[in-house]
């Protein structure tokens, strides 16, 4: 019987450590946001467990289970709501090199002089907003007249070479965007715009390299000469990488020329059927109507007008954990064990009730 007794204190006690677990277990969740346009990022961290005037480090790596050996404090972590906030920098070299490498990262949390962590290898979201991505300045030489001189330099994240940017202009052609954009003051909040999904194909032979060199070959920007022969509003698609840097797309929002609003032309094709001999010369207008909007739509399939049944995917910057951390919820096989460790104990503690007066 002592041995029904101790194997009986084992279970309920194993019982009320995983009641304690499962009491005690958070939902971490990450919001991710770009406050400027340097490429640094910003990691709000909640559902956190933290002890009350504790003090927290934290760390980022390119790879899961990494022996970590920068560390950084949290700085004002919150108690009361189980918040802190990371900021992940271009400042910091070993911050910087983790931005560079890779659009996917692992943070790890500790409580300083503890000899475990609170959360190991979160997968965390690097990756910058298209328009965020990449900053256009319009040149003083700005002329579309005079091909030779810059148009447009371009500020670049993560030191990514002159030599390793490449450009793309795709026009808009979506009525709506062009349409609330001219409604709207030139504002591009709200709008549907592309989101990454809609970057021009790698094999997109519209991709070009900068070609305006400045003093000494230092400066190259986009030259008035690679501006789009059309008036309109473009995307202007940036792409650029480098040696130990990870692949940036990005895009301004940009006006070339007099940007109007989009006059609805949409054409019944069938009445190309109708009887040539009595309306030759309305088919003959129509004919050319179409083939106007047939050239328009292919450049509607090159231009990004998958944006218009995009959300703006871009400001929203939320990120979740890809992966389950320990002790963040309760799985299926908590549960199962802790019915198992029940029925289990219920026929141990029966089996002693029936013999313990069995000497």
Known sequence: MKKQKIILSIIVF???MLILTISNATDIKVEKSVPSTDGSVRLLFSGLK?????????????TKGTNIINWYDVTAPSYSTGEIVINVNVSEKN???VLKATDTAYVSIKKVGASTNIVTDYTVDLTLPLLKAYTLTKDAFYDRKVLGNPAYSIGKPYGILNSNIQICWKKITDKNIVDNYIDKNHDLSGLNLATIKDKPSLNDTTWQSLQYKGFNNSQMRISNG???EQDGLYYLWIMGSGEDIKTVYGYQVVEVGTVTKITSTNTNTNQNKTDSSSQSKDKTSQDKKTNTNN???KNNTSSGTKASSNSN???ADSTTAKTILPYTGISIAIISVIIILIIFSIMVLRNYNKYKDIK
């Open 95 to 97: 911050q910087l090199a």
């Open 226 to 228: 690679q501006l789009p």
């Open 14 to 16: 194993a019982i009320i």
């Open 50 to 62: 933290l002890d009350n005037g504790s003090s927290y480090q934290w760390a980022i790596e390119k």
């Open 313 to 315: 995917a871009k400001n």
């Open 295 to 297: 050239s328009n739509n």
